[in-house]
């Protein structure tokens, strides 16, 4: 399906509105016009005896008028221009953000840090310039220069056609010869930029490392080198921008004079006034400060033709997710859906079923799962255990509809996972290794999981998570700020807060991934022991590299290489496959060795 483009949809949304925008911009213009010519005249007129006092009053009025309305007209032309351009920005960052969520899962591993953090505060806010800083100008010029060509015309159209040529330097000539010197340079200071902004997110996210490491010094030394070499290339385009100033101005001064000699030379022949000579010549100040700016507007487009880039490249990532929301189905799959989801939460039961599903993330590469099926009833749990890259991360993944099995299928309650979309987390509840805590209170960080809950059924998710004791030690209870990222607690504290949020989604499913990495052993089993007694009833997929608490589940699935290579319960693997025997023996020797004599 063809994208629709960055600039097309709101130029034709909001199309009376640059139009007006547009015609304000250019009365503005006028109107600085009018004040220099009839400043010019008044000065003129001044200085030598009227033949009547209206002939010094007039000029006086008409300097106030157009001197307010000027003021007037380019406040409300700024007003409407941001105005506008401000809804603009709101539904671009909206458009982005709904091409990032899908991809919510994939972004980690498709992008960057600095790569998300770019397009969301300078990538888009280049966006929004084209409007203000290119696009309204350039038209403008191009109105103001028809408008003076013409109105010079009627007087003399050699004359006109002259300073035309001077005006067509400064709108067209000027700027496409600034655009040919700057172009690389404008797209190298912008993937510089770029370059930076990844660097010091991934020197941020990474700064105790740094100083663990005693290295500092070397990331501020090679970041200031980084720093420079940017700040070079842009030394480079504003000496540029200077001498472009400086052309410019000179081409004006060129134009002042012109006007000059032939105002002078219109009196010299009797067909102007001579009152009239300093209203000509001032004239050309106003109409050239309309012209002045496209040199930089025209400059700044390899900038944004590297953001449009970026954006359509992101975009092109999300077409590129095997995503199959409920959208991208057929309405009567969506209804199906529908109607699966309000029979679950009626009777709480979900049938997970996956029957030889496959799958690969391009045509080529190798499976990532193949010919898995899983028969999974409501209430029951298993665990998923192997290596890294067994195809734990991809089974998740299928589960949960985010991708759709490139052969085989995957089913709840005999509608496929994908159709669910968006009403997935209304089945499906996700507790992972690094669960992130908002910068708020304890009571709103758990009221994410329903934020219609109650303050009461808040406290009751919070009791099943045993938090009990935590929270009664907290200055404020439940009201006290968790800080950044869940600074103030430890690792299993975040994940008892964590399993308090999905407690209160209250789905018939929950996916544990791997949610006591990094805990000491005592903290991990308590946690598990806490996780298990309060999800009683519901079904649990348990995804792990180790052994701890597999004798709890109904069922121990080891995949290796995408396929499953054993499976059963705790106890029958235990018996039948050796090497089961030994990863257990490994993980939890203890266990193992007081296990032993009993045999």
Do not use: C
């Not at 503005?28 to 005249?41: I, Q, R």
């Not at 385009?237 to 000059?260: E, K, N, P, T």
């Amino acid at each position: 399906m063809k994208r629709e483009g960055w600039f097309a949809p709101y130029a034709s949304a909001y199309f009376w509105r640059f139009l007006l925008i547009i015609a304000l911009g250019a009365l503005t213009v006028f109107s600085a016009s009018s004040l220099m010519y009839t400043s010019g005249f008044l000065i003129s007129k001044a200085s030598i005896p009227p033949e009547n006092i209206l002939m010094i009053y007039v000029p006086i009025v008409g300097v106030r008028t157009f001197g307010t309305s000027r003021a007037v007209i380019h406040y409300v032309e700024r007003l409407v221009g941001h105005d506008t351009i401000l809804r603009i920005l709101s539904k671009m960052r909206i458009r982005l953000y709904n091409i990032l969520e899908p991809q919510a899962l994939f972004l980690s591993s498709r992008f960057r840090t600095g790569d998300i953090l770019g397009m969301l505060a300078d990538d888009i806010e280049y966006l929004q310039n084209v409007y203000l800083r290119t696009v309204f100008p350039s038209i403008i010029a191009l109105l103001i220069y028809a408008a003076a060509v013409i109105s010079l015309g009627t007087f003399d159209l050699a004359f006109a056609l002259l300073m035309g040529l001077y005006m067509l330097v400064l709108v067209v000539v000027l700027p496409l010869i600034s655009l040919l010197l700057t172009q690389s340079r404008q797209r190298q200071v912008k993937q510089e930029r770029n370059r930076l902004y990844q660097k010091l997110t991934d020197a941020v996210l990474g700064m105790g490392d740094w100083m663990i490491s005693g290295r500092q010094a070397q990331f501020v030394a090679t970041y200031e080198a980084d720093e420079n070499k940017v700040a070079r290339t842009d030394g480079a385009l504003r000496s540029w921008s200077r001498l472009r100033m400086f052309i410019g101005q000179a081409i004006v001064g060129l134009g002042v004079l012109s006007m000059l000699y032939w105002a002078a030379g219109q009196f010299a022949d009797g067909a102007i006034a001579g009152t009239l000579i300093a209203a000509f010549v001032l004239v050309v100040f106003p109409v050239a400060d309309a012209f002045l700016p496209v040199s930089d507007a025209v400059e700044k487009i390899p900038q944004y033709r590297n953001s449009l880039e970026r954006l359509n490249g992101v975009e092109a990532a999300k077409d590129a997710v095997p995503h199959a929301a409920a959208e991208a189905k057929s309405a009567e799959a969506a209804a199906l859906a529908t109607a699966a989801v309000k029979k679950i939460q009626a009777s709480g039961q979900t049938h997970i079923e996956l029957k030889s599903a496959g799958y690969r993330y391009a045509a080529g590469d190798d499976w990532s799962i193949q010919n898995l099926s899983l028969s999974i009833p409501q209430g029951r749990k298993i665990a998923v255990i192997g290596r890294s890259g067994a195809g734990k991360s991809t089974l998740l993944k299928v589960v949960q509809g985010v991708i759709t099995p490139t052969v085989g299928s995957a089913t709840i309650n005999g509608v496929d996972a994908a159709a669910y979309g968006e009403r997935i987390p209304q089945l499906i509840a996700v507790l992972n290794q690094s669960p992130h805590l908002f910068d708020t209170t304890v009571a709103n960080n758990i009221r994410l999981g329903n934020p219609e809950a109650s303050e009461e059924a808040v406290k009751q998710a919070a009791a099943l998570a045993k938090l009990d004791t935590l929270i009664s030690s907290l200055p404020e209870g439940y009201n006290t700020p968790v800080r950044e990222a869940g600074q103030r607690f430890s690792g299993g504290e975040r994940q008892r807060i964590a399993l308090a949020r999905i407690l209160l989604q209250n789905t018939p499913v929950v996916v544990l991934d791997e949610p006591t990495v990094g805990l000491d052993p005592r903290t991990e089993r308590e946690l598990l022991a806490t996780m298990f007694e309060a999800m009683a009833g519901k079904t649990l997929i348990w995804v792990t590299h180790h052994l701890v608490g597999a004798e709890q589940m109904d069922e121990v699935i080891f995949m290796e290489h995408g396929q499953v290579e054993m499976r059963g319960t705790h106890a029958e693997l235990m018996d039948r496959e050796p090497r089961y025997r030994k990863l257990y023996e490994l993980d939890r020797p203890s266990a193992f060795m007081s296990a032993a004599p009993g045999e």
